[in-house]
């Protein structure tokens, strides 16, 4: 691992030729695969939950982490954790 886990960015190829991955897809490949493998015969239905990016909310999540690491980290944290949305995969 030491050998790749160097800190680079590795393209989706050079993922899989590591054996990091299994395969390269879409998100239908990824539901495909998950219906196949939790024999959903109706499919799967997939959750999006986004949190709402609040100057209030950034506010108080420094307020609280600031002393941890300093006010550059608590902010990064604070926007990194909840610009991206969840997704959830679920059987029906």
Known sequence: MR???DGRILSATEA???KLIDAIG???DAEEIL???ADAKDGVRVVRYDEEL???RIL???SMS???GGLAAAVRG???GRAAPRLEFRVK
């Open 35 to 37: 219906e196949q493998l």
């Open 16 to 18: 899989r030729e590591l």
């Open 66 to 68: 600031a002393g941890r």
């Open 60 to 62: 108080s999540s420094l």
């Open 54 to 56: 609040s100057w209030r």
């Open 78 to 80: 604070a926007v990194e």
């Open 3 to 5: 050998k790749i886990a």
């Open 26 to 28: 879409y998100r239908e």
